[in-house]
T-cell receptor, first 114, second 113 residues
Framework: KQEVTQIPAALSVPEGENLVLNCSFT??????LQWFRQDPGKGLTSLLL?????REQTSGRLNASLDKSSGRSTLYIAASQPGDSATYLC?????????????FGSGTRLLVRP | NAGVMQNPRHLVRRRGQEARLRCSPM?????VYWYRQLPEEGLKFMVY????????ESGMPKERFSAEFPKEGPSILRIQQVVRGDSAAYFC???????????FGNGTRLTVT
């Protein structure tokens, strides 16, 4: 059974720091992996989606990498800002036919201090 | 250009009452998904519906929970005889097609007292 784990559960950093969030999954046979952002009381915003054949994706100050064989992904945030404070969720889907069935980690709560 | 709309945002029910959660998908989307986020846990898939059809309900509890997506109107997630363990955030998502990216709503926070 696929399980997704995110470490750390919470992280507090000063503004300007570069930081790395970690995600691991137990079964390397995935279809894709996504990183989401969740603000308090709000829904999920998709940040980056990496197909199983890809190694990384970049969007602005965000870079996500995928090492399928080791069951790991990292989300790198450069030059963090207070507006980056949110919960970051990692989710995998296992097959194309079930790509709607995302398996989520419990998230990393990030606080960027001014 | 509204996104996925869920209402109510917050819902309080006493044990034994019924809860009805509504979801209007993004314009042009005919695929709707419901997820549940229990306190301190990740989101978990519940059910996938297309208009008038349940495609995958493998994540739905066997009792008290039902979902529909009628030809006209929003999708409804219905929880009968709620218990305290049903307290959670319920998120709806929609997509243009089965393999297209999901767009999530802001959720309904259900509290059972």
């Amino acid at each position: 059974k696929q399980e997704v784990t995110q470490i750390p559960a919470a992280l507090s950093v000063p503004e300007g720091e570069n930081l790395v969030l970690n995600c691991s999954f137990t079964d390397s046979a995935i279809y894709n992996l996504q990183w989401f952002r969740q603000d308090p009381g709000k829904g999920l915003t998709s940040l980056l989606l990496i197909q199983s054949s890809q190694r990384e994706q970049t969007s602005g100050r965000l870079n996500a990498s995928l090492d399928k064989s080791s069951g790991r992904s990292t989300l790198y945030i450069a030059a963090s800002q207070p507006g980056d404070s949110a919960t970051y969720l990692c989710a995998v889907s296992e097959t194309m036919d079930s790509s709607y069935k995302l398996i989520f980690g419990s998230g990393t709560r990030l606080l960027v201090r001014p | 250009n509204a996104g996925v709309m869920q209402n109510p945002r917050h819902l309080v029910r006493r044990r034994g009452q019924e809860a009805r959660l509504r979801c209007s998908p993004m314009k042009g989307h005919s695929h709707v998904y419901w997820y549940r986020q229990l306190p301190e846990e990740g989101l978990k898939f519940m059910v996938y519906l297309q208009k008038e059809n349940i495609i995958d309900e493998s994540g739905m509890p066997k009792e008290r929970f039902s979902a529909e997506f009628p030809k006209e109107g929003p999708s409804i997630l219905r929880i009968q005889q709620v218990v305290r363990g049903d307290s959670a955030a319920y998120f709806c998502a929609s997509s243009f097609s089965e393999s297209a990216p999901l767009h999530f709503g802001n959720g309904t926070r259900l509290t059972v007292t």
